[in-house]
């Protein structure tokens, strides 16, 4: 009986002590996350607008295949090379979109790796450039089961972050990998 009243009085201060008698909404700013990319600020202008996309451009290249996908996607491609079709999505998502550790440790899941921390990620990744600014791009391969592989490229463009996915094999990663980086380096706005 008397733990119970010492949980009790424990729990009923912890009720008391998470009251505020001013009762409003607090607000906090944080810094934006540029995903170890040097993101150039935007010069104060009535142009400057975030990417809109549905002015989304790229250069594709002939042997990709548009296909339907989820319906987050902004675009779907099944993607033939020596061994099979691998799937591309490009979907884009408000702000950091969870951040680049958790992206990237949840496609490290999907091919049963284990997760690494941010600067473990940031060592692993390569920069490119797209006509609309840096990119990262991180490959995930399991070398015990070759047959799931991932290549993905993050773009955060301020307001809006694309993400760049190819689902394919280990052989698709490395036949792959350098058409996948020109098409990236090809994403633009055309407003």
Not at 97 to 117: F, H, T
Not at 141 to 146: F, L, Q, S
Request: aromatic share 8%; charged share 20%.
């Amino acid at each position: 009986m008397k733990i119970f009243q010492t949980i009790s009085f424990v729990l009923f201060f912890l009720l008391l002590s998470g009251c505020d008698k001013n009762r409003h909404i607090q607000s906090y700013r944080t810094p934006k996350k540029d995903f170890g990319l040097q993101l150039e600020a935007p010069q104060p202008s009535s142009k400057t607008r975030s990417p809109d996309v549905t002015n989304l451009t790229w250069e594709l290249p002939d042997s990709w295949i548009p296909s339907t996908g989820h319906s987050m996607r902004l675009a779907s491609f099944d993607i033939p090379f020596s061994d099979g079709v691998g799937d591309l999505s490009i979907v884009s998502l408000g702000g950091a979109s969870g951040g680049l550790l958790a992206n990237v440790n949840r496609w490290r899941g999907q091919v049963n790796l284990s997760p690494i921390s941010e600067s473990e990620i940031l060592n692993v990744s390569t920069v490119g450039e797209s006509k609309m600014g840096p990119f990262r791009i991180f490959k995930m391969i399991n070398d015990v089961d070759t047959s799931n592989a991932i290549i993905a490229a993050v773009l955060p463009t301020g307001q809006k972050t694309f993400f760049i996915k190819l689902t394919t094999t280990k052989k698709g990663v490395i036949e792959l990998q350098s058409v996948f980086e020109k098409f990236c380096a090809s994403i633009g706005n055309s407003s």
